[in-house]
């Protein structure tokens, strides 16, 4: 499989934890290199569903090791408890994960001054999910921010934690929030770190060593395309980048070194969170959710959808150099009888073939739709191309061809056997 990228070519939430499943049986590596506990991948095995925050979804296959690189900002605490918690499910974890001592650490005070600035924001508020993502990215360009390599070192540790908690709680006061007790947190943050220390290395050495053994690497991305800090729909964005370049940085493998990107799309579209949503449709939104579909496994909120939109994914191929698609849930769309497909944005009498960097224009962009028959049978027991519905593969090749990257897997559930190789 050689060093392979892959990243979410929509707004998250495109099903990578399952696609990132399948393409593991031919890796030996799995790294995390972005985001935080704010993104869930959830992948099924038979009938337990595992939903993971932090660790690569490699962990769910024997054998392979799982990094979570420098580019991750890391809730020690919440890190604790998803090991704990796949230990209880029968996950061993033990050697097989190894965690950056240089990824950042995310705080109580990150999550503080994350829901208070959402508060100040009123109705201009980005919908994060409160979980101290952004505040920890933003100390860590300030240069303030205390990394693993720290939270393993007890003298140092303390020192720098109570310099950080002094500022910040100043800072919590003046936003009206109580300020946070330095015992409670230094008590907590410790014990996580006691337990943490173990896997702490310079994952940057490994992963090299790594490729000079000839191991193949799987780069898992969080979020997607359009979360991307430079590249997404800015300021309704994550605070890392999610696209393909994101994969370099947070791990410090070279761009040379990677072989292929594979980009992770929906068959249709969904984002969590404000922001434009072109093709949103109350439509497709009350049929999927009245299945069961489209709630964020890390929030549990619905996911707002729309129908497909090339543009965007246009606009992912182009940034991300996609080489290869994976399309999920095309089973979602199993019962509709005429499905839309935006191959373009209108505003007024103005065509845009591509997506406006002014989330404002964005906003005001009416889709222009090219429809499709509905295949209108269940694609679920599918297993190979040839099982699916003609219709369901001319849409298929209909929606690869302009997002203009080859199509290479179809999913049609979430269980592993659910999944066509092309």
Known sequence: ??????????????????????????????????GGNNAGHTVFLGQKKYVLHLIPSGILRRQKLCVIGNGVVIDPVGLVNEIQGLQKLGVKIGRNLVVSETAHVVFPYHRELDAQREVLKGKHKIGTTKRGIGPAYGDK????????????????????????????????????????????VHAEYRAAGDFLKPFVANTVVLLHDAMRRGDDILFEGAQGTFLDLDHGTYPYVTSSNTTAGGACTGSGVPPHRMDRVVGVMKAYTTRVGEGPLPTESAEIADMLHAMGREFGATTGRARRCGWFDSVATRHAAMVNGLDDLAVTNLDGLDTVETIKVCIAYRIGRKRYDYAPNDVQLLAQCEPIYAEFDGWRTPTTKARKWKDLPAKARMYLKAIAELTGAKLAIASVGPAREQTILL
């Open 1 to 34: 499989m050689a060093n392979t990228i892959l990243v979410g070519a929509q707004w998250g939430d495109e099903g990578k934890g399952k696609i990132i499943d399948v393409l593991t049986e031919r890796a030996d590596v799995v790294v995390r290199t972005q």
């Open 141 to 184: 360009a300030a240069r303030v921010g205390l990394r693993m390599i720290d939270l393993v070192n007890p003298e140092q540790f303390a020192e720098k934690l109570q310099r950080r908690l002094k500022e910040n709680n100043e800072v919590l006061k003046a936003l009206g929030a109580r300020p946070l007790s330095l015992k409670q």
